[in-house]
């Protein structure tokens, strides 16, 4: 069974920063995509970055270019993200999630698998 678990969220000042880890198990697929989402209350869940397993292809929401940034260590099947000038719109719970096709797409129906969530809260 797959498992998806994310750490690292918290509360941070605006300008801050902080690394979320998505630590992944129970997998066998050879070539998938890993992402992370993000929902803030009353909204849509939004992607905002993902990464490809096979070449470390990355792809970016534009609200986040820039100030993001994915990275993956293989032989830990561990996604980090970067969260650098953290804003206070940035506020939500974030997800990591498994795409077993590798789409590198940002829309959460490309997503299989979901872990289940960590809170980033921006605010002085």
């Known amino acids: 069974e797959v498992q998806l678990v994310e750490s690292g969220g918290g509360l941070v000042q605006p300008g801050g920063s902080l690394r979320l880890s998505c630590a992944a198990s129970g997998f066998t697929f050879d070539d998938y995509a890993i992402g992370w989402f993000r929902q803030a209350p009353g909204k849509e869940r939004e992607g905002v970055s993902c990464?490809?397993?096979?070449?470390?292809?990355?792809n970016y929401a534009d609200s986040v270019k820039g100030r993001f940034t994915i990275s993956s260590d293989n032989a830990k099947n561990t996604v980090y993200l970067q969260m650098n000038s953290l804003k206070p719109e940035d506020t939500a719970v974030y997800y990591c999630?498994?795409?077993?096709?590798?789409?590198?797409?940002?829309?959460?129906?490309?997503?299989?698998?979901w872990g289940q969530g960590t809170q980033v809260t921006v605010s002085s």
């Open positions: 990464i490809s397993s096979s070449d470390g292809s990355t």
């Open positions: 999630a498994m795409d077993t096709i590798a789409t590198m797409g940002l829309g959460h129906y490309d997503y299989d698998y």
